[in-house]
């Protein structure tokens, strides 16, 4: 087993899995790592929906009709990238699993921040141990965790928001490690009173 520190260097956004089923001990052990996780007052704000067969290809669907409408139009993204892009959007690489990873909302907005940040804490978690388990993952949120329909899919009470949507699978690729922005943490870290 590797240090804490190797494995958060080490592990990856996978976009590409093996058609490969995932064993349910391993689910259960990533969902044990990812309840864990630290939050306020211990509050453990988070639930967690495990999808495949039907649910997981409509989350897909979702994902891949919003996909072909904004993809193609992003100034942002490199023409060269936007047809990959485009075919992982179609079923997120080919993941055979999703663990959708949700937090409480309550009338007050504090409140709900800090379910959002415990539920992302359980996140870090999940993915951690999932490429312990030598499991790959990628943290989804953004236009598909925000929508009705995938919260209806899951079934999901209004109380509840989606903070990610994690494919899980085993790897069909090994990207190289991003450059780090700040490397030394010289901009990103303010010292005081030191």
Known sequence: MSSILDTIQQRRSIRKYKN?????????????????????GNHQPWCFVVAKGKPREEICAVFSDWAQGYIPNAPYIPAEKKKGMLEYAKDFGGAPVHIIVTYEIDEDAITTEESLRAASAAIQNLCLAAYEEGLGTVWIAGEVAAKEETKKILQLPKNQGIAGIIPIGYPDMNPPAPEREDPDLSKKVTWLGF
């Open 20 to 40: 490969q089923e995932v064993p349910i001990e391993k689910i259960k052990t990533v969902l044990h790592a990812a309840n864990w996780a630290p939050s306020n």
